[in-house]
């Protein structure tokens, strides 16, 4: 509002879920390792999307973005999905043979969000170029080999 800040609202879920939860904890955790979860009645809404993904489905992943080679230096989610190397390999890698071209969320729904993907391409461009991809990244590299 005015260009300034405000501070966001939380708003309710449209439904009233019914699901209760009791948690018991004893009180010396070390001696007895375990917890108790109890939920009673069933969830009136559907369960949220998956925000971690799977090893093995960030395997694939990490490598469809090493095959990109090069191009990892400057990739970002919407870069990946228009790289046709990167897009062949995500149709390999799920069998696709539907019409449409496929999207990262088909490969797990945690790729849905691009804050996330950007998170997991800076993770691996990090690890393959550690002094960056700039000029400083590519003197580091000179000097040192």
């Given at each position: 509002m005015n260009g300034k800040l405000a501070r966001g609202k939380l708003s309710l879920w449209p439904q009233k879920c019914q699901a209760t939860f009791d948690i018991y904890t004893p009180q010396d955790l070390s001696k007895f390792p375990h917890v108790v979860v109890i939920c009673r009645n069933p969830h009136s809404h559907p369960t949220p999307?998956?925000?971690?993904?799977?090893?093995?489905?960030?395997?694939?992943?990490?490598k469809l973005l090493s095959d990109m080679d090069w191009h990892l230096a400057d990739a970002t989610p919407r870069r990946i999905v228009l790289d046709s190397g990167f897009m062949y390999g995500l149709r390999h890698a799920l069998g696709w043979t539907a019409e449409r071209t496929p999207t990262l969320s088909d490969l797990h729904p945690s790729l849905a969000n691009l804050d996330h993907v950007r998170r997991l391409i800076n993770k691996l461009r990090r690890k393959k170029y550690p002094h960056g991809t700039g000029f400083d990244g590519k003197s580091n590299f000179i000097f040192q080999n």
């Open positions: 999307a998956p925000v971690k993904t799977p090893p093995a489905i960030l395997s694939v992943f990490e």
